[in-house]
């Protein structure tokens, strides 16, 4: 049996468990209300980002410089301020911030970032036409449709504007305001699509190629602990068909061992009756199944894109790391060590592949070419399906190289065919 030497984790081989850091998950920081304006001084505990082109607003104590994930808690009005009022004198304080908490907990990270862009445009569109303070929360079914037309219609597409009504909405909801956004707002909203600009054809993603891996294991260097974690990684994300979301953190201020899989990550490993070995991992949080997690399973290759000797190198390169470290986490320094980020991923990829002359490419296209390159392999669809832990035939829209892959299929039916029809014809000849 082909062996990856975790360092395991105390678990049952039946059902293990992923365990746990004794840390809490941090939640985003934000203030409860009270009866004052939002003070407009720095938050220590918060970022301080740069007013990017377009994104200007006109100062104001209601709406401190926040990030756009932010914006949701931090921006008030003052409707807001006088309802959390009313509510800090009915119910204690730590109802009123665990219900905020519970509420923002309801979307992700980066759907608060689109939710935030929609709130940008709205407040923008209400400075320009001086829309009073008073009458921006609640926003009247009137204020939020002309807001649609104006910012909208023609201009935006339609997703783009349900996502800024949504977040819009939501900060409704969470500052304890009725939502006024009626029949009127529907039909505006219908208008602004039948307005939308029509968008040109989208380029599909570049997939990760074979050609891609192999440039990549000819120039990284295996000997060293970063480039060690990076081909782990890519062979990973490439042969499992993997979201490098679920694999990689998104950024080194983002880990959250509730979400990102560790060393000692629940895994099984076995081998197949055809030789082949193989490992699942645990993914602690997925696209699809958020906390609820996933399996993925990687198969051994007798080639150099093995991935399991990828992991295992790494690991063995990478040993002098705690268990409760990211699983591609990499030494660095003497006696510290560093997770590896999509970004430091994508950029020595990247600075690989475009020096030996191949076309640079996006995160998410080791997951097309992942699927692209099994089936080219001859693998079935449904198991690359289940590979990709797609549960709906949308991965059809992953496929690359289509015109091999249908010749290669359909190819390999008709010879299927005519073999059993030729095998049929000389079983009928024979006489009993």
Known sequence: MYRI????????????????????????????GGNSVPSKSPDPTLKSPRVKKGSSIEPSDFRPLRLASQRIPYWKTPYSINSFALLSSIYPQHLITAWKDVMLASVTEDTLKNYGAGLLRFTQFCDKFRIPEDKRMPADDTLLSIFVAEMGAGKVKKSTIDTWIDGIKLWHEYNNAPWLGGDMLLRTKKGADTLAPHPCPEEPKLPVTQKHIDTLHKHLDLSDPFDCAV????????????????????????????????????????????????????IPYTKTKKY????????????????????????????????????????????????????????????????????????????IGGATFLLLSGVDPWVVMKQGRWSSKAFLRYWRSIEEILPLFIGDSLDNFRSLKESMSRLASISV
């Open 5 to 32: 030497r975790f360092r395991r984790a105390s678990a049952s081989a039946d059902a293990p468990q992923s365990g746990g850091l004794s840390l809490a998950s941090t939640s985003l920081p934000h203030p409860v």
């Open 231 to 282: 081909w782990a990684a890519a062979l990973t994300a490439w042969k499992g068909c993997t979201r490098l979301g679920e694999i990689l953190l998104a950024s080194p201020s983002q880990f959250d061992p509730t979400r990102n899989v560790l060393r000692r990550s629940p895994r099984t490993t076995g081998t197949a009756a055809n030789n082949h070995s193989w490992i699942s991992i645990f």
């Open 292 to 367: 609820q997690g996933d399996w993925v399973t990687w198969t051994s290759a007798a080639d150099p894109t093995d991935p399991l000797s990828a992991i295992q190198h790494h690991l063995d390169v990478n040993s002098e790391i705690p268990d409760d470290a990211p699983l591609f986490a990499f030494r660095s320094g003497e006696t510290g060590w560093t997770a590896l980020d999509r970004k430091k991923f994508m950029t020595r990829c990247n600075s690989i592949w475009e020096a030996e002359g191949l076309q640079t490419v996006l995160g998410h296209s080791f997951r």
